[in-house]
Nanobody
Framework: QVQLVESGGGWVQPGGSLRLSCAASGFIFSVHSMAWYRQAPGKQRDLVAT???????NYVDSVKGRFTISRDNAKNTVYLQMNSLKPEDTAVYFCNRPLGTTWGQGTQVTVSS
C-alpha cells in the first residue's frame, strides 16, 4: 500500500533553513507528480509546491524564491529546501501525489525566535 514518510522538520529561527524529505513507497514514484502541502494550526491543508515526473516545478506565491522542491527517483524521495523561513511558515508539512488520498504523519516546522 501507499506509504509516505516525511522527515526533517524542527524548530528554526526566522531567516533560517530546513530541508524536508519524503520517502514514498507502494506506487511507481517516477511516473507521478509529487507535491508538498502544509497545515497550520486551525487551518486547512494548503498546497505549497509541486514537481512533475519530468521535473517541472511550481510554487505558491508566498514561498517563491525561498523554497525549492526536488526529487530523486532512484531513492523514491521528494525534498523541500526551505530558506529564509518566516514565522508564517510554521505548520505541519506533508507530501503526496496530487489527488492522493493516503497521507503520512507529516513533519512539524516551527519558525520562531
Amino acid at each position: 500500500q501507499v506509504q509516505l514518510v516525511e522527515s526533517g522538520g524542527g524548530w528554526v529561527q526566522p531567516g533560517g533553513s530546513l530541508r524536508l524529505s519524503c520517502a514514498a513507497s507502494g506506487f511507481i514514484f517516477s511516473v507521478h507528480s509529487m507535491a508538498w502541502y502544509r497545515q497550520a494550526p486551525g487551518k486547512q491543508r494548503d498546497l505549497v509546491a509541486t514537481i512533475t515526473d519530468g521535473g517541472r516545478v511550481n510554487y505558491v506565491d508566498s514561498v517563491k524564491g525561498r523554497f525549492t522542491i526536488s526529487r530523486d527517483n532512484a531513492k523514491n524521495t521528494v525534498y523541500l529546501q526551505m530558506n529564509s523561513l518566516k514565522p508564517e511558515d510554521t505548520a505541519v508539512y506533508f507530501c503526496n501525489r496530487p489527488l492522493g488520498t493516503t497521507w503520512g504523519q507529516g513533519t512539524q516546522v516551527t519558525v520562531s525566535s
